[in-house]
């Protein structure tokens, strides 16, 4: 078995069962775990990513009162390997609960010369 | 209450195969089946096509449509849209006229009935989307029913155009008919027609649809009965069967190759509250998980907020398998006949109470805007599941949930009565995709053949004008691949007798959908109000500085003359009188994958055409051109680029580190009234 690559920026090694970076191999947290606790995060204000095009309360940039932009980076490379927009305070959602042992097992028996890398 | 019947609403699945369905699946080989298939197919997309040229509503015109052909036993076997709610939006009904009607002796069913049903407790969406039914018999023997539905935009509710934003219950929402028989001896009655007439606003095209639904039932019976005439009435019945059989299987296989698993997504439907119950942004949260589990898919809304007293409650078979129908048969398996069948390895979870399992006396006129939230949460949940699977190339990241209908109603230009609603929701941006950017002015995700209908037929079928439409700037997620550029459009009140307009929305302080895999979220939107301008005296001068462009009307704002209003893109339904404007957009599709990784010249590309501004390529997608030239800097674009991931490796932190600041935050206490316990709506 060896790397089955999961989302465009995130590998899972079978053999270690842990969560990598698929831009630059780094290991970033078990596979069991939220892939988010393997990455850096960083809140941001939405204004520096959504420019306001007018000032008030309505400028088609998400209010920072009730939106904010969740950031994570793989801590080897800088990859932004996911982002959540969130009210603030609302907690970080775990996306991605993959069956291991299943994911295994499948490919034990499909590609017993190794995942697709 | 009598005429309800909720036991009804939990027949989404097909029902179990008849001893006579089985002998008659054995009588088709393959290659007859293939022929079967296909023809079903021409026949539900003919259907579909006489809806579209002669409804009245410019709703239906545009493609709010859905004809399908259903087995003896009401299970949808072959349809075409429009709509896919609308395609397999007969499936209940029908089931209601089996179970209570065909062996009622005041009722029956025969051949030339036609049957209406537009009641949400009956199975259908909302008032609006209405349904006309034809069993097809064949020698006196029940092989088959032809549905037609389609959305007609007045209902004769308390607000117009069939949306209600200020419904608290469903007897505030106009016309709501259990399946009742509209035609007898295939003539539709003069009595049930003129009653309908006389609940609503626009008795005119409440008419030309029913006689429209009635035309496509017929044009599918009359198709289905020359196939029964060729091959013999047991082919219908089998083929139909083995339509929805082989779907089911076909679609079964190939989500067991996906990795088991649960996947999540929340989605925050930001919203404003009516003037008249006091004003305020609120957020509603749907909360959709998906578990994968070898052939099954569990689609769980635990976790989203609760009933509320508005329109915004959605029955749970709107999800499944109306709903459903989207991701499976436009998105998932569009190589695949369309069936219920398709979509039966999904399981619903919904507990009573919540947004999506309400009260029977909710009001459920705006439930379709819920449903697209759940749906966005959906595509989000399938792109995780699908990136490691063959059908990778299937997955997109979101649509904008939120899709602005306004709704309007006046006397036009000829001094007709008119009350209907706009199609701009048919050309919202569509998601990025795994290999490239998304559809700009795509068009309405529910609604794979919706057209945004011609600026002059709006003109003509009511009193305004377009003073202009555009794809917007920046309107859609940034990412590796852009989303799609959602339409931005102005009214403008010209010549007008008289007119009322309204807008039903919301999203202007969150984003409107989130993006996938480090891709950003399509931004919120804005309604701008103009009242009383002298931008006709502007038009009729040629005058150069009319605006073309939201940003142009912010910019020029006092030079325009009137009143200017900047607020999220809900209108409240009020006087739209000559010289008013109402500016505001669709949303676009949300972004795939980070932004340092886009081609640079992509960026550069759409910088010139006006979809990317030199704000985004500067400080989102960090990319240095020449302005003049177009041309990359290609070292500078990489030093730029470098630059920011290494700045994202100083200024990131552990999650552990940043939940314990993170989690004493929250959002304005006012805007958590109907969202339920905080945070996780408990």
């Not at chain 2, 537009?118 to 088959?144: Q, S, W």
């Not at chain 2, 295939?186 to 429209?212: G, W, Y």
């Not at chain 2, 949260?285 to 508005?310: F, H, N, Q, W, Y």
């Not at chain 2, 329109?311 to 709903?323: A, D, M």
Request: include cysteine; aromatic fraction near 8%.
């Amino acid at each position: 078995m060896a790397r089955r690559q999961i989302t465009e920026y995130l590998d899972i090694d079978l053999d270690s069962e842990m969560w990598c970076c698929n831009r630059c191999g780094a290991e970033l947290v078990n596979a069991r775990d939220n892939y988010k606790r393997g990455c850096l995060v960083y809140e941001r204000d939405p204004r520096t990513v959504h420019n306001p095009v007018i000032e008030g309360e309505f400028t088609r940039s998400p209010h920072p009162d009730y939106c904010r932009i969740i950031e994570f980076y793989c801590p080897s490379c800088g990859v932004m390997v996911e982002n959540e927009y969130l009210p603030p305070g609302h907690p970080i959602t775990h996306d991605i609960e993959l069956d291991i042992e299943s994911l295994k097992a499948k490919h034990a028996t499909a590609a017993p010369a190794g995942g697709d890398e | 209450m009598a005429g309800r019947d909720l036991d009804i609403l939990e027949r989404v699945y097909p029902e179990p195969t008849t001893e006579e369905e089985s002998r008659c699946m054995e009588l088709l080989t393959p290659a007859e089946f293939e022929i079967f298939s296909h023809r079903m197919q021409m026949i539900a997309l003919e259907a579909n096509e006489v809806l579209i040229r002669t409804l009245g509503s410019p709703a239906g015109l545009a493609g709010d449509v859905g004809a399908c052909i259903y087995t003896a036993q009401g299970d949808p076997a072959s349809a075409a849209v429009g709509i896919w709610a609308h395609a397999f939006g007969g499936q209940l009904p029908i089931k209601y006229i089996i179970k209570h009607w065909m062996d009622d002796p005041t009722v029956g069913v025969r051949d030339g009935d036609v049957f209406f049903c537009n009641e949400a407790l009956c199975g259908c969406v909302h008032p609006p989307d209405m349904g006309t039914f034809m069993p097809v018999f064949y020698e006196g023997r029940l092989i088959a029913w032809a549905e037609a539905m389609a959305h007609t935009t007045d209902t004769g509710a308390v607000d117009l155009g069939g949306f209600c934003m200020s419904a608290e219950s469903r007897y505030e929402e106009g016309m709501k008919v259990t399946p009742i028989k509209i035609a007898e001896d295939f003539q539709l009655k003069n009595d049930i027609l003129t009653m309908m007439e006389n609940m609503v606003r626009d008795a005119r095209v409440s008419t030309l649809d029913n006689k429209s639904r009635f035309a496509a039932c017929m044009r599918i019976r009359e198709r289905l009965l020359e196939v029964a005439e060729k091959k013999g009435p047991d082919y219908v019945v089998g083929g139909l069967r083995k339509m929805i059989e082989e779907g089911s299987s076909a679609a079964r296989k190939r989500i067991e190759e996906l990795n088991d698993g649960i996947y999540r997504q929340p989605i925050f439907m930001d919203m404003e509250e009516a003037e008249s119950r006091g004003g305020g942004q609120y957020f509603i949260r749907v909360m959709v998980s998906i578990e994968k589990r070898g052939d099954r898919l569990i689609a769980d809304l635990t976790g989203t907020s609760p009933e509320r007293a508005t329109s915004l409650n959605c029955r749970k078979h709107i999800i499944h398998p109306y709903g459903t129908g989207v991701i499976f048969c436009s998105h998932l398996f569009p190589d695949l006949p369309p069936s219920i069948g398709l979509t039966d390895c999904v399981e619903l979870k919904v507990p009573d109470g919540n947004l999506f399992n309400p009260s029977e006396d909710a009001a459920i006129t705006l439930g379709p805007a819920s449903a697209f939230a759940a749906n966005q949460g959906c595509f989000a949940c399938m792109a995780r599941l699908l990136f490691d699977s063959d059908l990778r190339s299937q997955l997109t990241s979101t649509y904008p949930y939120v899709t602005l209908i306004a709704v309007w109603g006046g006397m036009d230009r000829k001094g007709n009565v008119f009350a209907s609603l706009g199609l701009d929701l048919n050309a919202g941006g569509f998601p990025a995709r795994v290999d490239k950017d998304g559809v700009d002015t795509g068009g309405f995700h529910v609604a794979t053949r919706s057209d945004c209908e011609d600026a002059e037929d709006i003109d003509v079928l009511s009193s305004m004008s377009y003073l202009f439409r555009r794809q917007g700037t920046d309107n859609f997620g940034h990412g590796m691949n852009r989303g799609g550029a959602g339409l931005e459009y102005a009214y403008l009140a010209h010549k007008s007798p008289m007119m009322i307009l309204g807008n039903n929305g919301g999203c202007g302080r969150f984003s409107s959908a989130p993006g996938i895999f480090g891709g950003y979220a399509a931004p919120p939107l804005i309604g701008v109000k103009l009242s009383g301008s002298r931008i006709t005296e502007m038009l009729e001068n040629g005058d150069p500085l009319t605006p073309v462009s939201i940003q142009e009307l912010l910019e020029r704002g006092e030079t325009l003359g009137g009143t200017m209003d900047v607020e999220s893109p809900m209108l409240e339904i009020g006087p739209f009188n000559e010289g008013d404007v109402f500016a505001t957009m669709q949303g676009g599709g949300a972004g795939y994958g980070d932004a340092l990784e886009r081609d640079p010249a992509s960026v550069v590309r759409d910088v010139t055409g006006g979809l990317v501004s030199d704000w985004a390529a500067r400080n989102v997608y960090r990319v240095a051109f020449d302005r003049e030239t177009g041309l990359v800097d290609e070292g500078e674009t990489a030093r730029l680029r470098s630059e920011e991931r290494e700045d994202r490796k100083r200024r990131g932190i552990s999650l552990e580190e940043f939940e314990k600041e993170w989690s004493r935050k929250s959002p304005p206490q006012a805007s958590l009234k109907f969202y339920g316990s905080w945070p996780n709506c408990d």
